[in-house]
């Protein structure tokens, strides 16, 4: 999927503060969060900035996202809901195994008879290594947890159906890299006083795209291949 629909938006909520992009911010991390505001997403993704946390790394960025039913008649069909935090730290990290990592959590609800599968974990894990292989995009230390919880409900909110919630925290460190290309450095010595070493966080976070909707139960988008599973879901959240 080459999305060019949908938005990012670059408003004034924290996320654009010194993290990422004030002085002293590494010319590395700023191309790489500069790669995830360019990426353009499906009409049914709504994507914005949000305050990153402020001690996982020296440097962070990071993105919410809410996939919406646009079939729905009020427009406000919730279907998966997720966070993707870009962390870097030039010093490098030994458990990370480089000097950016990526983290993310995912929530979608799911029918019932769905989410009884006993291979659901193991398929939605497949999901988000299949999302960056389809991309032709390499991680290293890929960890993470696929949990499903249920719900049922009694006495004064009884007459709720019951639900049952997946949510998938998971981290992995980008080691592909963008062909080299001529740096464009805002002063001379940018260039010779720091390595690019920047992957393709913009791939990162479309291929991110492209397992939230699929958790969601949306079809790829402008395709009709046969052999893409998608969960047969279009439950919104639940109150609580």
Known sequence: MAAVQGHLSNGADGADGPDAGGEGTPLAFRRAVAGL???????EVELDPTPPPRRLAPFSYALEAVV????????????AEGRLILLHDPAG??????????VTLIHADLEPEIAADPLLPEVCWSWLTGALDARGLGCV???????RASSHYFGGIGE??????IEIRASWTPSDHP?????????????????LGVPDTG?????????LCQIAGLPPAGTTEA??????QRRGPQPR
């Open 203 to 211: 791939a990162h976070l479309a291929a991110w795209c492209d397992l």
């Open 160 to 165: 709720r159906e019951p639900s049952t919630r």
């Open 37 to 43: 505001r360019a990426v353009r997403v499906r009409p």
């Open 68 to 79: 919406t039913d646009t079939t729905a008649a009020d427009d406000e069909d919730e279907l």
């Open 141 to 147: 230390e890929p960890s993470g947890t696929v949990t």
């Open 179 to 195: 062909s080299p290309e001529p740096a464009r450095p805002e002063r001379a010595d940018e260039a010779a006083a720091e390595p």
């Open 93 to 102: 990290h030994d458990a990370w195994r480089g000097t950016f990592r990526l």
């Open 227 to 232: 052999g893409v599973v998608s969960l047969p």
